[in-house]
Nanobody
Framework: QVQLVESGGGLVQAGGSLRLSCAAS????????MGWYCQAPGKQRDLVAT???????NYADSVKGRFAISRDNAKNTVYLQMNSLKPEDTAVYYC???????????????WGQGTQVTVSS
């Protein structure tokens, strides 16, 4: 099986920065896409950013120019550098990973437990 462990959330003032990390472990053959999604109270879970194994990235319009996603394929880890944070960025941030597991190459699509990001005004 595959597990995701997230870290790096917290409380920060508007204009500040945070860096989220998410490490995948387990019977992983390969990981295609890793990404971050956020969910504010009473709202649906929305895309923040994704990155493929080849390094192609996709960002929500609301975070372009402020957030940067990156990954370390050797460590099966994805990062989200969050700069110029705004109160409206406040949400629980979830890591997502999609790939293939050993030994049967079945696909997986899993979520982390979520990490709270709170931006005060």
């Amino acid at each position: 099986q595959v597990q995701l462990v997230e870290s790096g959330g917290g409380l920060v003032q508007a204009g500040g920065s945070l860096r989220l990390s998410c490490a995948a472990s387990g019977s992983i053959f390969s990981i295609n896409t890793m990404g971050w999604y956020c969910q504010a109270p009473g709202k649906q879970r929305d895309l923040v950013a994704t990155i493929t194994s080849g390094g192609s990235t996709n960002y929500a319009d609301s975070v372009k120019g402020r957030f940067a996603i990156s990954r370390d394929n050797a460590k099966n880890t994805v990062y989200l550098q969050m700069n110029s944070l705004k109160p409206e960025d406040t949400a629980v941030y979830y890591c997502n990973s999609r790939g293939l597991i050993r030994p049967n190459y079945h696909p997986f699509d899993i979520w982390g437990q979520g990490t709270q990001v709170t931006v005060s005004s």
